[in-house]
């Protein structure tokens, strides 16, 4: 099948469609976009003006720059117990996203399978498709907080299952897997013969004294794991278009050779930026900064949450809440295109992230504090005051 033809099968986002809809609609308070509402540092935005200041300008290595891929490889070992070799086995990307498509390119053959835990994040799909697989949705449950286990992946393996995903900290629930968790999944992947691909986007980002574990760093894993990773929730650097990827050599050569004829090579002078970042302290105290922050809008959308009636699992990650709505009698959308015309407040449909993902809403609190409170107040008040079926759906 023709990659024209398999755009076909890949549908707008709907993430983009809320979005759309909440265009135009004054006062609107969006809780649905996935992007850190900080600013990037202001001394990695100086380092990023050095580096133009300095003229590095030009094109670079297709893998990245050397500097940032042995910056990368300090921070994977220090902090995720993952030892690399920076010449061979890490690559720069144009963003986390281009790592999964180029990724999937490097081995899938067509329509092999692809096990997604769902609800998942709304790229992880189609980009197996467009790299010519198959996407499997593996449900997981809310009455196990959302986390995959081995007992969910044995019933939707087949022969022709060829790779797993795995998100923790998990958008958009928020679950995090425990090292038992991942263990699991480990011998589940090596029983099978599987390639994992690990998404940790969200890796400084957990509560309550979790920790966060890279599956690459069970012993015997890293020859079959691809980690997916960036600079954009970490440092806020959405804007940045940075991520990077840390994989066997092979995979490695491969996505080096696509992203040769893709965008050639990511821009220059924000990877010498990102590079001075991972080894300046300011940017660490930054992302606790954060985190703290994140903290504690968590708590209170959490509270609220459950307090006006739409029971919610406390998230131990990310920066997302997902609060069952199935109660009120509403479809995901229902629920979420009232809000948005009758409180003015914008979520996510948990349908946008996979059939798992019906009856619930995907709800992000990096937004400000005075914000969030706003917004619970006007869902409540919608609650409170209004018949939740039939009339009130589209007004």
Known sequence: MALSDRLELVSVSGI??????AQGVEGVISLGIGEPDFDTPEHIK???KE????????????????????????KLKKDNSIEVDPKSQIMITVGANQGLLMGFATFLKDNEEVLIPSPAFVSYAPSVILAGGKPVEVPTHEENEFHLTVDDLKKYVTEKTRALIINSPNNPTGAVLTKKDLEGIAGFAVEHDLIVFSDEVYEYFVYDGVKNYSIASLNGMFDRVITINGFSKTFAMTGWRLGFVAAP??????????????VTCPVTFTQY??????????SWKAVEEMRKEYDRRRNLVW???NEIGLPTIKPKGAFYIFPRVKDTGLTSKEFSELMIRKAKVVMVPGNAFGKAGEGYVRISYATAYEK????????EKILKNKNLSGGDIGV
Do not use: C, S
């Not at 297709?62 to 910056?71: P, S, T």
């Open 46 to 48: 100086e380092y990023a």
């Open 249 to 262: 050599e092979w995979v490695i050569e491969r996505m080096t050779r696509f992203q040769m004829y893709n």
């Open 51 to 74: 580096a133009l200041d300095e003229g590095l300008t030009h094109y670079g290595p297709n893998a990245g720059i050397r500097e940032l891929r042995e910056a990368i490889a300090e």
């Open 372 to 379: 969030l409170e706003e917004a619970m107040d006007r869902i």
């Open 273 to 282: 930026a990102a590079a001075k970042a991972l080894k300046d302290e300011r």
């Open 303 to 305: 509270k609220r949450l």
């Open 16 to 21: 983009r469609k809320l979005f759309d809809l």
